[in-house]
């Protein structure tokens, strides 16, 4: 098993985000604000409004990774990045990063299992949560409760996703062009008390399945240098409309 870095990061910006997550693929290839996401390959300039997205002053940015948009908002955000052998295939890798989520939000009383196999919708099928693919987390009485996305880098792998601490996924549709399916999402504070479904609860509970799971530092480190000043040099790319709207 490799040697895992474990970060517990503030709240910021989709674009700081999208950038470190970039940032931590290119060091595994080597050795909160509101935000609505599109995916990597998303066809986002003919199937959302940009026009209305502007006018409710909607933070929008494209991830690395393909899949479909999300709104970031009340969630915890997770990226895994390390050498692309660490879990097996992709596939095998999507299913155990789920199985570990779905452990640590067992940890906390919720019913969740991991849905079934089936073939994952195309980019133009609608918001992320409105659909689950297989492996992902899903509440025992129905509804997506994470929504992952993937992309391999040079011998690397990247997955980072949303884990609902409520379920407001219903923006998505609001700026859809034409008709959206409606999401099926349930947020965890449909699921545990109150004070579980808080962000300190939720992630901290990660971090300890991680660890027990997967031998992760029980302590959270520092982000090293080298990778914040990559993140520093491509936050510009992932805040220009230009790469954001490219399609």
């Keep these: 098993m490799s040697e895992w870095l474990v970060l517990v990061d503030d709240p910021a910006s ?92 067992g940890s906390l009383g919720a019913a969740v299992l991991l849905a079934a196999d089936r073939p994952a919708d195309g980019v133009g099928f609608g918001a992320c949560f409105a659909s689950a693919a297989g492996g992902e987390v899903m509440a025992l009485r129905g509804g997506k409760v994470v929504g992952s996305a993937q992309v391999r880098g040079d011998g690397a792998f990247l997955q980072h996703g949303s884990v609902l601490l409520a379920a407001d996924q219903d923006v998505v549709a609001g700026v859809t062009v034409g008709d959206a399916a409606a999401p099926s999402a349930t947020g965890l504070d449909a699921l545990v008390p109150p004070e579980r479904a808080e962000w300190n609860a939720v992630s901290a509970a990660i971090h300890r399945t991680a660890a027990e799971r997967w031998g992760a530092p029980a302590a959270a480190g520092a982000l090293p240098p080298a990778t914040r000043q990559a993140a520093e040099r491509l936050v510009a790319t992932y805040a220009d409309p230009a790469w954001t709207w490219r399609r």
């Design 14 to 105: 989709g674009a700081w985000n999208m950038a470190l997550d970039a940032a931590l693929l290119q060091a595994a290839e080597r050795d909160g604000v509101r935000t609505l996401s599109f995916g990597r390959n998303e066809p986002a300039l003919r199937r959302y409004d940009r026009g209305l997205i502007s006018a409710r002053g909607l933070a929008v940015v494209r991830r690395p990774t393909g899949g479909r948009a999300v709104w970031h908002h009340r969630e915890v955000t997770y990226a895994v990045a390390a050498p692309a052998d660490t879990f097996g295939s992709l596939r095998d890798t999507y299913k155990e990063i789920h199985a570990m989520l779905a452990g640590a939000l």
